[in-house]
């Protein structure tokens, strides 16, 4: 069996852009060769795009990093979360979940309270900070995902979630 293939390897040729004016440069295209072919390739591009994003609009402004603003969402979606929960939601070994909780407890945004169902574990809430920049973020993310979406049908969006949430093993 032959070390190379005699024919090249199907390409994506990815348009070149003009560094200056930004206009598409057709004539000198890149091409992917074997990365054409790599879910991890294109997933990295696709998260490198969307957290420029995720830092314009609500990083840098909130001080917030994309864990600390995913937990702000789930508390206020939900309500009062068990710490457990959120680590498992959010993917967090329990010493990193201690970290960040303790983190943004120290900031004003949330507390740990007593559970009324069981005294002896505890739940995490927002506090009026904490559901203010809350609600102020996830405003901000929605107007902010209209650029990514207006690249997406309704029903290419709604499969792209659910095949990420399949590479993701959710």
Request: proline fraction near 7%.
């Amino acid at each position: 069996m032959p070390l190379h293939d005699a024919t090249p390897p199907k390409a994506s040729p990815l348009p070149m852009t003009n560094a200056t004016s930004g206009e598409k440069v057709n004539d000198d295209r890149l091409h992917l060769g074997p990365l054409n072919d790599l879910l991890g390739y294109h997933l990295t591009h696709a998260v490198v795009s969307t957290s420029a994003m995720f830092e314009r609009h609500i990083g840098a402004p909130l001080s917030l990093s994309k864990v600390e603003f995913s937990m702000l969402m789930l508390i206020l979606s939900n309500g009062p979360l068990a710490p457990k929960r959120l680590a498992q939601a959010l993917a967090l070994t329990p010493p990193k979940m201690t970290m960040l909780l303790d983190r943004m407890q120290s900031r004003g945004l949330l507390n740990r309270e007593r559970s009324e169902i069981d005294r002896r574990s505890q739940n995490v809430v927002l506090t009026p900070d904490g559901e203010r920049i809350a609600r102020s973020s996830a405003a901000v993310a929605e107007s902010s995902e209209a650029s990514l979406n207006s690249r997406l049908s309704r029903a290419e969006r709604a499969m792209l979630v659910e095949l990420l949430s399949k590479v993701s093993g959710r």
